[in-house]
Nanobody, 120 residues
Framework: EVQFVESGGGLAQAGGSLTLSCAAS????????IGWFRQAPGKEPEGVSC????????YYSNTVKGRFTISGDNAHSTVHLQMNSLKPEDTAVYYC?????????????WGQGTQVTVSS
């Protein structure tokens, strides 16, 4: 099992920046990819960004591409999301998440989330 400790959420003004961090622990060697998804009130969850453990390839949703940057260290057991040029529509609970190999199959796992609020 993998556990996550998320930090860095809070309040920012439009155009500002925040950095989210996530430290994964437990069976981190079984993580294939790690990143973030978000959920705004009344909306479906949205994948934001992730990084592949094997080759460090990154993925960004079109809504954040060019504004957010994901990076990892400690063999990607720690991942950061630098969020620049924030918009009010970025307001959401951000969850650190990972694809974890369990019994030969990938399983999604995520933390408790951290609130990001962007004021206009």
């Amino acid at each position: 099992e993998v556990q996550f400790v998320e930090s860095g959420g809070g309040l920012a003004q439009a155009g500002g920046s925040l950095t989210l961090s996530c430290a994964a622990s437990g069976f981190t060697k079984d993580i294939n990819a790690i990143g973030w998804f978000r959920q705004a009130p009344g909306k479906e969850p949205e994948g934001v960004s992730c990084i592949s453990i094997s080759d460090s390839k990154t993925y960004y949703s079109n809504t954040v591409k060019g504004r957010f940057t994901i990076s990892g260290d400690n063999a990607h057991s720690t991942v950061h999301l630098q969020m620049n040029s924030l918009k009010p529509e970025d307001t959401a609970v951000y969850y650190c998440c990972a694809l974890v190999l369990v019994g030969g199959m990938e399983k999604g796992s995520w933390g408790q989330g951290t609130q990001v609020t962007v004021s206009s």
